[in-house]
């Protein structure tokens, strides 16, 4: 039995979740097991009905990612054709009526440093005597470090404050407890499909054979605790306690029209960062604080490629691996309204019961526009 499309997921006028998005998921309805989804305007529909392919009838993305980029078109030209036609009754939710799920596992996990506004931000806050505040590094390679896969969370998981050492102000041995400078990070998640062997490095030009999809990125940091323990290893506890994602997995293949020239990158790259075109997207995000709008980064000043932070990842012959996830950093462009972290801000942190919300929105086909669903979380009191 089947039934017409919903008039309001026909994906006519600004919806965000057309045919031109068809994001994946993993939702379940009423207590169900949990199953892979697309969004269709404002409803969720069911991929291993729809489809009828047992590999989208299981309570991850994984084993649909591993199958790799031919098979991820396949898929994707096969959701389009069927979503023309009649759709399985038992099949299409209401997407208030659901609970979405973290929707792969994530492997392993990576956070770049990639937006030159922020590093400089941060350079002249941490470093005012230096006339230049990026380091020596910056422009030769993308800086990141690794962090843990195990605490990267859905969007709407409760995030707990985090406690650990801290040096106050004027005192001479470190305190510990809550945090009391717990901030954001604003920033896109690129989901690894296909990964390479150990000793075989991706070549920048041979990314997309690998990249899957874009989450919104929540990288939640505690910069009292941070501070104090990050050299000279670099971040830690300051940063594992969470990371949210949104629910949505948007493909590479939907975002095709916000393809755009990443700044220009100078001095030249070494080469096996060169690109014909180092690429960036044109995707606009926006934070939302308790309710407000407080900040409209756009990712398209972001100056090193998502290929290149892949080529990377990898150049030493790392490997990667299905449901690995590295994010972008925290984006910023070059005016005060349009930071992705609070601390460049000039004050204020987060508080116990503050909701902080990411969204974005991207260019589609046809003059259309894509979303990316909430990126949601809110925080809670210590915990003894």
């Given at each position: 039995m089947s039934s017409p499309a919903p008039a309001s997921a026909t994906g006519t006028g600004p919806d965000l979740f057309g045919p031109a998005n068809l994001p994946y998921g993993i939702y379940s309805v009423d207590g169900s097991q949990p199953r892979a989804c697309t969004r269709l305007g404002d409803y969720v529909i069911d991929l291993g009905r729809l489809l009828g392919d047992p590999v989208l009838e299981q309570p991850t993305l994984d084993a649909f990612l591993a199958q790799g980029r031919r098979r991820w078109d396949e898929v994707r030209g096969a959701i389009t054709e069927a979503l023309s036609g009649g759709l399985p009754a038992d099949g299409v939710h209401p997407v208030a009526d659901v609970v979405l799920h973290l929707p792969f596992t994530v492997a392993d996990y990576v956070d770049f440093?990639?937006?030159?506004?922020?590093?400089?931000?941060?350079?002249r806050l941490f470093r005012p005597d230096n006339p230049n505040p990026l380091l020596p590094n910056w422009k030769h390679l993308p800086v990141s470090y690794t962090g843990r896969a195990a605490s990267v969370v859905v969007s709407g998981t409760e995030v707990v404050r985090p406690c650990g050492q801290r040096m106050p102000a004027g005192a001479e041995v470190p305190a510990f407890g809550p945090s009391t400078r717990l901030d954001i990070e604003a920033e896109l998640g690129f989901v690894v499909g296909v990964g390479n062997e150990m000793g075989t490095p991706i070549a920048a030009a041979d990314a997309e054979e690998h990249l899957?999809?874009?989450?919104?990125?929540?990288d939640w940091s505690a910069r009292d605790i941070q501070a104090w323990e990050y050299v000279p290893l670099g971040p830690h506890l300051g940063k594992s306690f969470a990371s949210t994602i949104s629910p949505w997995v948007v493909p590479m293949a939907a975002l095709e029209a916000a393809r755009v020239d990443t700044p220009v990158q100078d001095p030249p790259v070494l080469p096996y960062l060169a690109m014909d075109r180092p690429w960036g997207l044109d995707i606009e995000l926006e934070v939302e604080w308790n309710g407000e709008v407080v900040s409209r980064p756009p990712y398209s000043s972001m100056y090193w490629s998502p290929a290149q932070m892949l080529a990377h990842l990898t150049v030493n012959g790392a490997p990667t691996r299905t449901g690995d996830l590295f994010a972008s950093g925290t984006i910023s462009g070059p005016q005060p309204d349009q930071v992705g972290s609070f601390i460049e801000r000039g004050g204020g942190f987060l508080e116990d019961g503050d909701e902080v919300v990411l969204r974005a929105t991207a260019p589609g086909v046809d003059g259309t526009r894509i979303g990316f669903g909430e990126c949601r979380g809110r925080i809670a009191k210590a915990r003894p």
């Amino acid at each position: 039995m089947s039934s017409p499309a919903p008039a309001s997921a026909t994906g006519t006028g600004p919806d965000l979740f057309g045919p031109a998005n068809l994001p994946y998921g993993i939702y379940s309805v009423d207590g169900s097991q949990p199953r892979a989804c697309t969004r269709l305007g404002d409803y969720v529909i069911d991929l291993g009905r729809l489809l009828g392919d047992p590999v989208l009838e299981q309570p991850t993305l994984d084993a649909f990612l591993a199958q790799g980029r031919r098979r991820w078109d396949e898929v994707r030209g096969a959701i389009t054709e069927a979503l023309s036609g009649g759709l399985p009754a038992d099949g299409v939710h209401p997407v208030a009526d659901v609970v979405l799920h973290l929707p792969f596992t994530v492997a392993d996990y990576v956070d770049f440093y990639a937006s030159e506004h922020h590093a400089s931000n941060l350079g002249r806050l941490f470093r005012p005597d230096n006339p230049n505040p990026l380091l020596p590094n910056w422009k030769h390679l993308p800086v990141s470090y690794t962090g843990r896969a195990a605490s990267v969370v859905v969007s709407g998981t409760e995030v707990v404050r985090p406690c650990g050492q801290r040096m106050p102000a004027g005192a001479e041995v470190p305190a510990f407890g809550p945090s009391t400078r717990l901030d954001i990070e604003a920033e896109l998640g690129f989901v690894v499909g296909v990964g390479n062997e150990m000793g075989t490095p991706i070549a920048a030009a041979d990314a997309e054979e690998h990249l899957f999809g874009v989450v919104l990125f929540n990288d939640w940091s505690a910069r009292d605790i941070q501070a104090w323990e990050y050299v000279p290893l670099g971040p830690h506890l300051g940063k594992s306690f969470a990371s949210t994602i949104s629910p949505w997995v948007v493909p590479m293949a939907a975002l095709e029209a916000a393809r755009v020239d990443t700044p220009v990158q100078d001095p030249p790259v070494l080469p096996y960062l060169a690109m014909d075109r180092p690429w960036g997207l044109d995707i606009e995000l926006e934070v939302e604080w308790n309710g407000e709008v407080v900040s409209r980064p756009p990712y398209s000043s972001m100056y090193w490629s998502p290929a290149q932070m892949l080529a990377h990842l990898t150049v030493n012959g790392a490997p990667t691996r299905t449901g690995d996830l590295f994010a972008s950093g925290t984006i910023s462009g070059p005016q005060p309204d349009q930071v992705g972290s609070f601390i460049e801000r000039g004050g204020g942190f987060l508080e116990d019961g503050d909701e902080v919300v990411l969204r974005a929105t991207a260019p589609g086909v046809d003059g259309t526009r894509i979303g990316f669903g909430e990126c949601r979380g809110r925080i809670a009191k210590a915990r003894p």
